[in-house]
């Protein structure tokens, strides 16, 4: 199929098991950008990028189809929520009233639970403007999902700009007051095949999340220099992987932005072999390194690739992982006639 640049074309994209309709949506942008997403999810299936050459290069990792999404996703170009990343013990406090929330990841609480965001079906409204194609996803989460207070009402806006940006608008409000960080959990690979390891990483952090053997915070907030986390020139991915800690050894971890608005460059990741470079920007606190530890090459994905360990990297701009239980950490509560909004931009180019 043919797509026409500054259009939006819908296709279905399957059934759930629970009978909900499942859409695909082809979002091209007037600068060679083609994008696809579903309102399962809100996940980004396809994100197409011209390399050196001007070749097409699909950059994120994903599935051809539904099913996959649904048999074995750890959390391919989805939304994430309530909470992205882990709430320790799946506990916290808020106002003298203790909450419980679902169990997914050992004894914690990862990624909003057994039926996060990332497994519901999203209301979609196509947006097309002079300098943008997009979608507006819309979704009520009740009060009690997962184990979460109040009755959060969640906007999440996708834009693909004429000038190579991937923004992300988050707005969401409460009836209770609860825990919200929300996210977009790209899998990146700007080579579009191998491993990531040769890709050259810049953050702009000066300290990273200390976490423990089930990333957990300790607390502490410790400096990168000299040490395996030390991202603040660039360096390939690659070069100290193998010092870090962890059981898969890699990158996952939470990163204190140095930053203090959107205008600053949080990040930026090139790719030798094609040339596409990546730059991050965000309002947000903390930047998680995700460099796709767990894979192990028992997934099959789009055009039949083995997602190997390292075959992606996740950069996710959000609040630092258990925040709720930590009062030295930036608040992550939103409350009764607060508005959570949040907005975080991904822009290509070339070396």
Known sequence: MTYQPGTITKQSFGVLPN????????????????????????IITSLVVPDKNSAPVDVVLGYDNLQG???????????????????????????????????????????????????????????????????KFHYLSIDG????????????????TDDNK???EYSANTDKATPVNLTQHSYFNL???????????????TKYVVV????????????VA??????????????????????????????????????????????????????VYTDQPGLQFYSGNFLDGAITGKSGADYHQYSGFCLETQHFPDSPNQPDFPSSILRPGEEYRTKSIYRFAIL
């Open 19 to 42: 009978s909900k309709a499942a859409s695909l949506y082809t979002l091209v942008s007037r600068s060679g950008i083609t994008m696809k997403a579903t309102n399962y999810g809100g």
């Open 69 to 135: 999404y649904i048999d074995a996703n750890p959390y391919f170009g989805a939304i994430i929520g309530r909470y992205s990343n882990r709430i320790a013990k799946g506990k916290f406090i808020n106002d003298k009233v203790a909450y419980t929330l679902a169990l997914n990841d050992g004894s914690n609480h990862l990624h909003g639970g057994i039926r996060g965001f990332d497994k519901v079906v999203w209301e979609a409204e196509a947006l097309i403007t002079e300098s943008a194609v997009g979608l």
């Open 145 to 160: 999902e997962e184990g979460y207070p109040g009755n959060l009402d969640v906007r999440i806006i996708y834009r693909l």
């Open 166 to 168: 991937l923004i992300i």
């Open 191 to 205: 080579a579009g095949k191998g491993d990531i390891k040769d890709h050259r990483l810049m953050i702009k952090a």
């Open 212 to 223: 423990d053997e089930t990333h957990i915070p300790t607390g502490e907030l410790r400096n």
């Open 226 to 279: 000299g040490t395996a986390f030390d991202f603040t020139s660039p360096k390939p991915i690659g070069q100290d992987l193998l010092a870090t800690s962890g059981n898969p050894v890699g990158y996952d971890h939470n990163y204190v932005l140095d930053t203090e608005s959107l205008e600053d460059l949080v990040a930026a990741v090139s790719a030798p072999a094609t040339g596409i470079v990546m730059e």
